[in-house]
């Protein structure tokens, strides 16, 4: 079974930083991508950023020139810096790993961890 720790959020004024951590842990598999969604009452889910184990970042535009998306694959943890923070990016944010199995032509699979609430407000 994969697991996550996720860490980071909480409350920030407008303007404010956040920095989001996620560790995935197991035995069984690779990764080969993580990153971040997130989902504000009453909109659908939407991603924020994403890495894969080559270095290839993707971001949502609205984050484009606030946020920071790392990782470190040796221990299998993504990390997102959130800067300039608005109210508008208040959401339960939620950490993804995209996982093949450790044998020759797995299929990917995704795995989510449970979500941390940031909440942007003066």
């Known amino acids: 079974q994969v697991q996550f720790v996720e860490s980071g959020g909480g409350l920030v004024q407008p303007g404010g930083s956040l920095r989001l951590s996620c560790a995935a842990s197991?035995?069984?598999?690779?990764?080969?991508?993580m990153g971040w969604f997130r989902q504000a009452p009453g909109k659908q889910r939407e991603l924020v950023a994403g890495i894969t184990r080559d270095g290839i970042i993707s971001y949502a535009d609205f984050v484009k020139g606030r946020f920071t998306i790392s990782r470190d694959n040796a221990n299998n943890t993504v990390l997102l810096q959130m800067n300039t923070l608005k109210p508008e990016d208040t959401a339960v944010y939620y950490c993804?790993?995209?996982?093949?199995?450790?044998?020759?032509?797995?299929?990917?699979?995704?795995?989510w961890g449970q979500g941390t609430q940031v909440t942007v407000s003066s």
């Open positions: 993804y790993a995209n996982i093949r199995r450790n044998y020759e032509s797995s299929p990917q699979y995704r795995y």
């Open positions: 197991g035995s069984g598999f690779s990764i080969t991508a």
